[in-house]
């Protein structure tokens, strides 16, 4: 499959509310939540205003000119927070995109381009039962710390 990863431009900043809805991890046999969920405080500061802050930073995934992933960073008091210099992570694609490569050379981009601007590590935090969790650490994350359901990674370089 053919795709491109490409810096988000300022008028695509919307589209983060849709990625933000499909990085839920929603359990086989769980119904998802209605999409209005997204507009709860702690899943909004992953979106707000995105783009305002120096540390806001997000690669969009096409397909045939078509966005169908995203992944951003920003310094924020997440559940992935580990200290103000390091940016938390958030990464999705549509399901029928997923499983094809994209999600790992969206995650590669990132952190080539996060290392480029001087950033030393990365975290994200993801639910235990996320098939992601194993992902991740293949991509070089290590959990740092954890509790019954989530893990919060790290990645340093």
């Given amino acids: 499959m053919n795709y491109r990863i490409r810096k988000i431009e300022e008028h695509e900043q919307a589209l983060l509310k849709d990625f933000l809805y499909e990085a839920i991890f929603i359990p086989e046999g769980v119904t998802p939540p209605d999409r209005s969920i997204i507009e709860h405080p702690d899943l909004q500061i992953y979106v707000r205003n995105f783009g305002a802050y120096d540390h806001d930073h997000a690669l969009l995934a096409e397909v045939n000119g078509t966005v169908v992933g995203a992944v951003w960073v920003r310094i924020m008091n997440d559940y992935g927070h580990v200290d103000d210099q390091t940016p938390s992570l958030s990464i999705s694609l549509y399901t029928e995109y997923r499983n094809r490569g994209i999600g790992t050379a969206m995650m590669q981009e990132m952190l080539r381009y996060l290392k480029e601007k001087g950033y030393k590590r990365i975290s994200l935090s993801v639910q235990k039962a996320n098939y992601a969790a194993r992902w991740y650490q293949q991509l070089g ?17």
């Fill in 141 to 157: 994350f290590t959990v740092v710390k954890e509790n019954s359901e989530d893990y919060v990674m790290l990645k340093e370089w």
